[in-house]
Nanobody
Framework: QVQLVESGGGLVQAGGSLRLSCAASGRISNIYAMGWFRQAPGKEREFVAGISRSRGITYYADSVKGRFTISRDNTKNTASLQMNSLKPDDTGVYYC?????????????????WGRGTQVTVSS
């Protein structure tokens, strides 16, 4: 089992920045990749960014490329999402997810464990 806890959400004005963190515990060694997803009201959950745990290879949705940066710290068992130049369209609940198998996936169906989410609200 893997437990994930997100933190760092909040309310920010458009153009501002937030940093989300995800703390993992449990069978950490089984994790192949970490991902961030988001879900806006009335919309499906969508991939934001992913990172392979061992090599640190990163993947991004086109909508956040150049603005968001995903990183991981294996010594602290954390994954972070630095979000810059935020837009109102970035508003939603952000979820951290852990994937036990390769490759790093853009699909939420591929991920095995999920946090409860943290709210990000970007005002215009």
């Amino acid at each position: 089992q893997v437990q994930l806890v997100e933190s760092g959400g909040g309310l920010v004005q458009a153009g501002g920045s937030l940093r989300l963190s995800c703390a993992a515990s449990g069978r950490i060694s089984n994790i192949y990749a970490m991902g961030w997803f988001r879900q806006a009201p009335g919309k499906e959950r969508e991939f934001v960014a992913g990172i392979s745990r061992s090599r640190g290879i990163t993947y991004y949705a086109d909508s956040v490329k150049g603005r968001f940066t995903i990183s991981r710290d294996n010594t602290k068992n954390t994954a972070s999402l630095q979000m810059n130049s935020l837009k109102p369209d970035d508003t939603g609940v952000y979820y951290c997810a852990a994937d036990l198998t390769a490759p790093v996936s853009y699909s939420s169906d591929h991920y095995d464990y999920w946090g409860r989410g943290t709210q990000v609200t970007v005002s215009s």
